[in-house]
């Protein structure tokens, strides 16, 4: 590995998230202190961080990049990226592209980190379309979702190009020999499904993909298959639905539980076993999303990531650096074309 | 109103469901010992039929209507309605085609429903595509989502009108008073979502409705809108996902009972509220889906529905057939129509 015993250099976009900057220098002292063998650079504000940094007794691994503007949550991505040339997410960006850094993490504007990440990175040959790829927490095994979110209109070949991308992450990084990959659509049969559904269906049924057919929302929950692929709108309709599920379920729960005395004392005997369901279920313990298909690792953190999910998001970043996820797609595309 | 004090006939298919005809029979015996003004035709196998009722001692508002031919759950559909002539979807469907029927429950193949129903009662004048309408249970409020599977592949104007159709059936059977819409998508601003959502929002936003913007699945179960708009692969999408969720965190919670004697302790202490919790957010007591944008009144009840749900669905129909959804969608098409 490419990485073994090198340093592995990480920018982190300070700025970006709902909890930032306070949370991101959290979570990234907490990883600069636990993880061996990174170098965290905070990309941000000066003022800002320079403050916090000292007030929270940092590390020596954490440095800071000064980028003075912020894309804020709600802005139009191709626009800002554009406009906001020193903002942390184009300034980060630029670290990797000049190599010095070999990722990027960052809680900010999805859309902006996906534009610049294309525009500023640029593609991997042979990738048309970049998807983020997301750990879906369930009971019986984590799975791989993907697109949720970056290539909202798919044609066929994308949705082919992500199961490729979705195997070649969960190979190598992942260590899952031979996943199985299954399209999500509304039905189990073959022609269940809207056109784009179908035609990639063909695609992947030609392939030498292990390819499983169609899956339904339900079947991600249940581990049917270990990537489940999808053009990115439905994937992060999906996403953020059973986001929210988690969480109406858990407050619903919670108000069972103080309904009355018995109730609250049943909640006592059982708070260990819902804790632990909880934490199972819980997108803060898998660190983030990449974003696969561009010319670098980027990890997208969810917008209202805490400390412990930025740094279970660098601790993934420096994984995907060491695991070296790039070449891995670069090569899984390459045999392709060799075969044709 | 028209049926008023007018007998409701109901055609229900007998053989469609996982749990047909034992099921589907006892549900409809339920309903016509509880429901008043309603007259039930079960349409299926004679011999089966037949030989169910005198078991289940069935009172005389309930005949058969013999149907020999069964559409099975995972045919084609377009083929299956075509060539089996003499099924009961087909047959149930004629019943309220030739006005021996005022409305049609099927728990069976939902392709060959939606088929059938626009293939023979045709298709309300100036709606181009059905859709299928159903009350999301959320811990706030009923939502009314379209469409969860009629028509996988929209145009903006399909969307336009799943939406008029909507506020028709929200307004006119479940009485409230101008309802709110959203079209689900994948963030709240304006120019988030894929192609179909974007040009969708601009015919939605020059409508006279309540328009509140774009949804995300999240609002869905937080009541944000008393409506929510997408096209059909997306909305199936996220009802099966929902279903799943729901059954994954109960059936997590009973596991996480079982743990221990505590647990169980807690459990039997939790019980209670639990159920209710469970009722709540069940779909079966819905009583299933409605198919709007064709002439006739179609209820759609889940595949694995029980007596419960479908005692519920020919409750549910026989109160659209009151509230005459059908002119009600109608009048909202015409009135467009007059002050353009």
């Known amino acids: 590995m490419a990485f073994g ?52 007794d940092a590390p020596g691994n954490i440095t800071i990049e000064a980028a003075p503007e912020v894309i804020e949550m709600g802005e139009n991505p191709s626009w800002a990226v554009r406009a906001k040339k ?20 960052s809680a900010g504007n999805t859309g902006a980190v996906v534009g610049a990440a294309f525009l500023i ?70 022609g269940k499904g809207n056109e784009l559904v179908q035609e990639a269906y063909g695609l992947l049924e030609k392939s030498k993909l292990k390819f499983i057919g169609n899956v339904e929302g339900r079947d991600i929950l249940f581990g049917k298959a270990d990537i489940v692929v999808c053009d990115g709108f439905t994937g992060n309709v999906a996403l953020k639905l059973m986001e929210g599920m988690a969480e109406m379920f858990f407050s619903k729960v919670k108000s069972t539980i103080t309904e009355s005395f018995a109730s609250r004392l049943g909640g006592l005997l059982l708070a260990p076993g819902l804790k632990k369901l909880k934490r199972k279920l819980d997108y803060q313990e898998y660190g983030g999303a990449q974003l696969l298909g561009i010319n670098g690792v980027c ?8 400390a412990k999910a930025i740094k279970n998001s660098i601790r993934l970043a420096a994984d995907t650096v060491r695991k070296d996820v790039v070449l891995a797609i670069k090569e899984s595309i390459e045999n392709d074309r060799e075969r044709e």
Chains 1, 2 share one sequence.
Do not use: W
């Not at 997410?89 to 592209?97: A, P, T, Y």
């Not at 949720?148 to 070949?157: E, I, L, S």
């Not at 990890?299 to 805490?306: D, F, V």
């Open 5 to 56: 015993d090198k340093m592995v250099r990480i920018a982190v976009d300070a700025m970006g998230g709902d909890y930032a900057p306070e949370e991101i220098v959290k979570g990234a002292i907490l990883a600069a202190k636990e993880e061996t063998g990174v170098e965290l650079t905070l990309v941000g504000r000066l003022d800002i961080l320079e403050d916090k940094l000292t007030g929270f």
């Open 86 to 105: 020193n903002s942390s997410i184009v300034v980060g960006m630029k670290l990797v592209q000049e190599k010095k850094g070999d990722a990027i993490v």
């Open 121 to 190: 990175l640029g593609r991997i040959k042979g990738i048309s379309k970049p998807a983020i790829a997301t750990i879906i927490p369930t009971p019986s095994k984590p799975v791989l979702l993907l697109d949720v979110g970056a290539t909202t209109d798919c044609k066929p070949q994308n949705i082919f190009q992500f199961a490729k991308m979705g195997q070649a992450y969960l190979t190598n990084v992942l260590r899952i020999e031979n996943p199985s990959i299954g399209i999500l659509s509304i039905g189990e049969e073959r």
């Open 299 to 306: 990890i997208i953190s969810h917008g209202s990531s805490k």
